[in-house]
């Protein structure tokens, strides 16, 4: 039992051992610990914004479009431009953040649910609170998906979706779309699904399991524009999925679930996205520099093709690191990995305030030179 709460409320018995998703919010200079683009919108985006905004203002007395169709065209056509496939909206399902995605998965499929841990907190956490059994595989030693965690994952028969992150977060590494695509086809043998959850997919150079889907049609792949889109803000999340996939997600949705705001502010996103581009291309460059630095003061960080880096190695434990820190103004995230602490890609300034307090706090663990990178 994580909180007590009165014998009066009837809250579902297994929720009691639950805890809510709760990165700290806290107000300091410099927090990198949820994986934001630390680069906000430019004047040209937030024109955009503000011009489909008010041409929808006139309309909020009526309920928006249920079923998003020209967000989920134009998600299509920019899938269809950056991956060279052809998606067209009926493969496409637009929700409030990728983790309404998820949820609406959980609701509308049987069976259990199996993730590669560690992997991203939420996917256990709503398989559960939808009633699920969740079943966790641990990565290898370097995080990755290799041959036996497949082998588990296809002999666990309860499963009947599983969740493969790739970038994962919160290591950063990713899986191949051969071990996708073995997943897909053994899970297809016993009527399961496989959730590709590409948050951070726009900063990797592995191509995208999108691809997969003609083939694999219980492969869905979720997608989000909170990352390298800039716009955690606005919520929104999408998935591509075969056509059939989408028809019943539709079961368990909430009705007028996306807002006409939300709708309006993210086809103006959608609109100028190649403006994005310089700073996904940015935070990958300054992705390899934080990880050489940490490297040269003797720390490991993990090969990541995210917005983020795992790093360990040093001699305090996570709790204590992660408050030095931030008492010199820098909030990075303990993901309850022992040793381990995550730190999100920031500006230019925010890397160097990192990277600063981390050489002004850290110890190094001299007595495991195998942690060094
Ligand atoms: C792997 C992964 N999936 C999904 C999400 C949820 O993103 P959102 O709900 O903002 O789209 C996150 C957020 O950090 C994430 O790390």
Not at 122 to 136: E, F, N, R, T
Not at 262 to 285: N, P
Request: charged share 20%; hydrophobic share 40%; net charge neutral.
């Amino acid at each position: 039992m994580n909180q007590n709460f009165p014998a009066w409320l009837p809250l579902r018995a297994e929720l009691s051992e639950l805890s809510p998703y709760g990165a700290p919010q806290v107000d300091v200079p410099v927090r990198l610990n949820t994986n934001e683009n630390p680069y906000n919108l430019s004047d040209e985006l937030q024109e955009a914004l503000l011009a489909e905004i008010s041409r929808c203002l006139k309309d909020l007395n009526r309920y928006p479009d249920r079923d998003a169709l020209a967000l989920r065209q134009a998600l299509a056509n920019s899938i269809n431009t950056s991956m060279g496939v052809e998606v067209d909206s009926s493969s496409i399902w637009a929700a409030n953040g990728s983790n309404e995605i998820i949820q609406t998965i959980l609701l509308a499929f049987e069976g259990g649910a199996l993730g590669f841990e560690p992997s991203y907190s939420m996917h256990p956490l709503i398989s559960k609170v939808v009633g699920k059994k969740w079943i966790s595989i641990p990565r290898d030693d370097n995080y990755e998906i290799g041959a036996p965690q497949i082998e588990k994952a296809i002999s666990a028969t309860e499963a009947k979706i599983v969740f493969i992150t790739t970038p994962n977060n919160p290591t950063g590494t990713t899986t191949s779309l051969e071990s996708i695509s073995k997943i897909a086809t053994a899970l297809a043998s016993r009527k399961g699904l496989v959730v590709v959850d590409e948050a951070y997919g726009e900063f990797s150079k592995n191509p995208s399991a999108i691809t997969l889907i003609k083939t694999h049609p219980n492969l869905l792949v979720s997608k989000t524009m909170s990352k390298a889109f800039a716009f955690a803000g606005a919520r929104l999340g999408y998935l591509i999925a075969d056509p059939k996939v989408i028809e019943a997600l539709q079961l368990v949705r909430l009705p007028y679930h996306l807002s006409a705001l939300t709708q309006a502010a993210a086809l103006a996103a959608i609109s100028k996205q190649s403006s994005l581009i310089k700073d996904v291309e940015r935070l990958q460059e300054a992705r390899e520099e934080v990880a050489r630095e940490i490297h040269s003061m003797g720390l490991k960080s993990y090969p990541s093709e995210a917005n983020f880096l795992l790093f360990s190695g040093f001699a305090d434990s996570a709790a204590k690191l992660w408050e030095e820190l931030l008492n010199r103004g820098v909030l990075v995230r303990d993901v309850g990995i022992p040793g381990h602490l995550r730190v999100t890609i920031g500006t230019r300034a925010e890397n160097r305030a990192f990277l600063d307090a981390l050489k002004q706090t850290a110890k190094i663990r001299v007595d495991h030179p195998e942690v060094r990178g």
